[in-house]
C-alpha cells in the first residue's frame, strides 16, 4: 500500500466541487474519464500541473513527446520515465519507435513475439522477465531474482553474478546472436532497483486520468484541492499561478473571508491563514471561533478587542495582508495598532480594562499622510508567503527587457541562438558519463508560459543556479521529438528593486 497526497488531491478536489458547484462527481467512473476528450486534450498538451505522477518537468516532457492521449499510452509513459529505462537509452528509443512502429528493427524474433506491445523496448518488469526466460531460457525462479532486484528488494543480489553468467552461456547454448545478447543484458541490468511493473504503471495511470479530469474540467477547485494537500512537485506558488491561468481571482489570506486552509467561492480564491509564516495556531483557532460565533471583524479595533490578540501576532496579520479588508493601508494600520496597544497598556495599571474606551481613544487620532509603494507588499508578502499574490516577480526587475522571444514561439527558432528572461520553477541535477554534474531548468516566462533547459558542465560551473528569482537566459534551441530545449551558453541572476522601505 502507497501513502501519498494524490489519492488526497482528488478526494477533496470532489468535495470542493460539490460545495462549490453543487455537482456531484462519480469520479471512479473511470470508462467515461478515458473517453473524455477534454482530458485527452489536457493529457496531450502536457498541461499537468499538479496531477499525481505527471506533473514534473521530464514527465510532461514525454507527454509532448508521444503526443499522449490515450490511457494504454500513458501507462507505458508512466514507466519510461523510469530511470532504468532511460539510462539504458530505450526511452527516446521507445518514442522514435511509437511513432514509426512500421520502421521497427527487432534485433533477434523472440522481442517482435514478446514485446511486440512495447515495440521490441523492454519498459516493464515483466519485459524483462519475458527477455531471460524466453531469449535467454532462465528459469522462473532465476527471473524472479531479477524481478527482485528491478523493484529494489535487494533480497537476491549476491545471486546477480551467477545470473548474468547464465544469461550469456545459455543464449549461446541457444545459439543467439552475441551482440544482442550484450546489449539486451545491458539494458536489463540498468532496470535493477527502479523498473516498474506493467500494474504498477496501470494502476498510476487511472489516478493521474483521474486528476486530469478534475483540472480539464474543474480547474480551480483542483487547484485548491492540490494546494490543501500539499506534498505536490512544485512550490505553492506556481500552483496559484496555475489558478490564476484558469481564471480565478486569488486572494491574500483574510481574516474575514479565509479558513485554516485555502478555500473558494464561485471565482475567487481565498488563500488559507495556515499559510501565514509565524502566526500561530491558537491564533488561527482563535480568528476563526470568533468568527463563527460573532460574525465578521468590522475593523482594526474590533477585533483585537474580540480576540485579545498579542500587537505582534497583530502586526503579522497586517503585514501579510489579512486586515485588507479595513481599505486602510498597512502603515496606517500599524500605527492604529501601535497606538491602541499603548493605550491598552497605559490603561491596565489605572483603571478596569473598559473596551468602549478603547475604541472612542482610536477614533480621535491625527493619522500621518504615509507614502505607500506597491513593492512594499511584495516583500511583505514573501516574508510571511514565501510567494509574492500582490506583484509578479517580472514587475520587480530593474529592467524592463523580457527576451527576444517568447517561450510558446520556440519551435519556430530550432538551431537559433535566442536571449530569454525566466523565473526560475526548478532544476534537477544529474551526472554525465564522466562523473560531471550537468542540470536541466524550468522555467516560466513573462508571459506564464514554461521552457526548458539544458546546462552542461561547463556552462554550468561558469554560470550557476543561485536558486530562485529571475534569470537572463542565453543559448540555442534544440528539439526532440516536436519539444522544444533551449541548451544555455549564458546565464545571470537579474536583480530586482529594493525594498523602498529601506532605501533613501
Same mark, same amino acid.
Given at each position: ?102 520502421? &521497427? =528493427? ?8 514478446? *514485446?511486440?506491445?512495447?515495440? !521490441?523496448?523492454? $519498459? #516493464? ?124 481571482? &486569488? =486572494? ?8 485554516? *486552509?485555502?478555500?473558494?467561492? !464561485?471565482?475567487? $480564491? #481565498? ?234
Amino acid at each position: 500500500m502507497l501513502s501519498q497526497r494524490g489519492i488526497g488531491h482528488i478526494g477533496e478536489a470532489v468535495e470542493i466541487i460539490k460545495q462549490n458547484t453543487g455537482r456531484v462527481l462519480d469520479i471512479h467512473n473511470i470508462p467515461a474519464i478515458k473517453q473524455d476528450l477534454k482530458v485527452a486534450q489536457q493529457l496531450k498538451s502536457g498541461d499537468s500541473i499538479g496531477c499525481f505522477y505527471i506533473e514534473s518537468p521530464a514527465m510532461r516532457g514525454i507527454l509532448k513527446k508521444l503526443q499522449c492521449s490515450d490511457y494504454i499510452t500513458l501507462v507505458a509513459a508512466s514507466s519510461i520515465i523510469r530511470p532504468g529505462v532511460g539510462s539504458s537509452g530505450m526511452m527516446d528509443e521507445y518514442i522514435r519507435r511509437f511513432h514509426k512502429p512500421e520502421d &521497427v =528493427h527487432y534485433a533477434h524474433p523472440v522481442l517482435k513475439e514478446q *514485446l511486440s506491445e512495447t515495440f !521490441g523496448v523492454m $519498459i #516493464y518488469q515483466e519485459d524483462v522477465l519475458k527477455v531471460a526466460h524466453h531469449y535467454a531460457g532462465l528459469d522462473l525462479a532465476e527471473a524472479d531474482v531479477l524481478r527482485r532486484l528491478m523493484s529494489g528488494k535487494n533480497r537476491g543480489a549476491h545471486h546477480l553474478k551467477d545470473i548474468e553468467n547464465k544469461f550469456f552461456s545459455k543464449s549461446k547454448e541457444l545459439g543467439r546472436p552475441e551482440e544482442v545478447t550484450n546489449e539486451l543484458w545491458r539494458q536489463i541490468s540498468s532496470f535493477a532497483g527502479y523498473s516498474f511493473s506493467k500494474a504498477h504503471s496501470a494502476s498510476y495511470a487511472v489516478e493521474s486520468y483521474q486528476s486530469l479530469y478534475l483540472k480539464a474540467c474543474y480547474p480551480n477547485e483542483f487547484m485548491v484541492a492540490v494546494l490543501n494537500n500539499e506534498g505536490g512537485f512544485y512550490s505553492r506558488w506556481l500552483y496559484v499561478a496555475e489558478a490564476r491561468k484558469s481564471g480565478a481571482r &486569488v =486572494h491574500l489570506p483574510c481574516v474575514n473571508n479565509s479558513q485554516l *486552509l485555502t478555500c473558494i467561492k !464561485g471565482m475567487d $480564491i #481565498y488563500l488559507g491563514l495556515n499559510m501565514i509564516q509565524k502566526l500561530e495556531s491558537k491564533v488561527i483557532d482563535l480568528l476563526l471561533t470568533n468568527r463563527q460565533e460573532q460574525g465578521q471583524y468590522e475593523s482594526l479595533d474590533d477585533l483585537v478587542e474580540r480576540t485579545g490578540l498579542s500587537l505582534e501576532q497583530v502586526v503579522i496579520l497586517i503585514r501579510s495582508g489579512a486586515m485588507k479588508f479595513t481599505g486602510k493601508n498597512k502603515k496606517t494600520l500599524m500605527w492604529l495598532a501601535n497606538v491602541l496597544f499603548e493605550k491598552r497598556n497605559r490603561l491596565k495599571n489605572k483603571v478596569q480594562h473598559d473596551r468602549p474606551l478603547l475604541r472612542q481613544a482610536s477614533k480621535e487620532i491625527s493619522i500621518p499622510a504615509f507614502p505607500v509603494f506597491d513593492e512594499e507588499d511584495f516583500f511583505d508578502e514573501m516574508e510571511f508567503l514565501h510567494f509574492s499574490v500582490s506583484l509578479s516577480p517580472f514587475h520587480m526587475l530593474k529592467t524592463s527587457y523580457r527576451g527576444d522571444v517568447e517561450a510558446r514561439e520556440l519551435m519556430r527558432y530550432i538551431g537559433q541562438t535566442v536571449k530569454l528572461v525566466g523565473l526560475y520553477v526548478t532544476m534537477k541535477p544529474t551526472r554525465t558519463k564522466k562523473g560531471e554534474t550537468m542540470a536541466f531548468g524550468t522555467f516560466l516566462d513573462a508571459q506564464g508560459s514554461f521552457f526548458d533547459t539544458v546546462h552542461f558542465p561547463n556552462c554550468l560551473k561558469q554560470y550557476p543556479f543561485e536558486k530562485s528569482g529571475l534569470y537572463l537566459i542565453l543559448g540555442k534551441v534544440t528539439e526532440s521529438f516536436g519539444f522544444p530545449t533551449i541548451t544555455v551558453e549564458k546565464m545571470a541572476k537579474l536583480p530586482i528593486r529594493p525594498d523602498p522601505r529601506f532605501t533613501d
